[in-house]
């Protein structure tokens, strides 16, 4: 991670989240990464692709007494603002063919059609993929 | 690890942080802090201005499930308690050990992600 | 025969698989992220309705509200169960076929 000490350098991070929450980590750790990652003041964007759209939906309920008992970490996605994690992208037709509307998501996203995203992609110095 | 709380054994990991969120209570509260040794290393005893804190960050976690990294938190605190408070000078003057895991332990909270 | 499905439609074809080879009549369990499958709106709603003709088509209840959906997300026709229907349907069906 040379790079990432090269002083002053801000890089475009753009994290790429395509899994659904619970059934595998890969949401949560992406999830984990982005915060310790918000501390190194780079230009960092979230993209939700497939059922990773799925990881933002509304109303998740996790408890013990009632339901699968992990951790509800959908509502941690609302502290990004918090973290200086302000760009949130969320692909139209992952979301059309799932059945959701931006009104289903619990933190304020931009919608980009295939190809913005595609777009938005290419534009970056580093995609992590999860 | 463990510690005792009204008779009752309760669960930490290696650091010392409570394996289980709902086992937290004030009295546990005040048992984890006096394992650590304030200024004048004496047990570390809990004052109004730590209790702040210390429910807040609870109040926090419950809100967002997560421990908030220290520059999060001060942010937080100063717009919940008021600037006075919301700088890391005063948390640190609270929590010598750092406002996020001293605190974070004392509320019963899993170590602040990103921290280490 | 109960049938389990317990992947996403959208990302593996487990479903396509359990709905092609299963006997007529299967009892056929979406959990975990198989739920998705069981949901109204989707690009996989009406291959579920049809699906629901030939099959006893259950959903976990734990697992659609945990993924932020309720028992009124489902597709007519698809039977929500908690985790001792999962534990009944196990039992009264003898054999466990899990598509993974």
Known sequence: MDDMEGEGTIKKFLYLNRKAPYGTVYALESLEVVLIGAAFDQDVSLAFVDDGVYQIRKNHNTKVDSGIGMKDFSKTYRVLEDYDVEKLYVEKESMEERGLTKDDLIVPVEIMDRAQMAALMAEQDVVLSF | MAIEVNGKSIETDEEGYLVNLADWSEEAAKILAAQDKDASDNPFELTNNHWEVIHFLREYYDEYQIAPAVRVLTKAIGKKLGKEKGNSKYLYELFPYGPAKQACRFAGLPKPTGCI | ?100
């Open chain 3, 1 to 100: 025969m109960l049938q389990t499905v317990n992947k996403s439609p959208f990302e593996k074809n487990a479903m396509q698989s359990c709905l092609r080879l299963s006997p007529q009549g299967s009892a056929v369990l979406f959990y975990e992220d198989g739920v998705y499958a069981a949901v109204k709106g989707t690009r996989f709603e009406s291959q579920i309705k049809e699906a629901t003709q030939q099959f006893s088509v259950y959903a976990l209840l734990p697992d659609l509200e945990a993924r932020g959906m309720r028992a009124e997300d489902v597709i007519d026709g698809v039977k929500t169960v908690d985790y001792s229907g999962f534990v009944d349907l196990v039992a009264d069906n003898g054999a466990v076929q899990a598509w993974l």
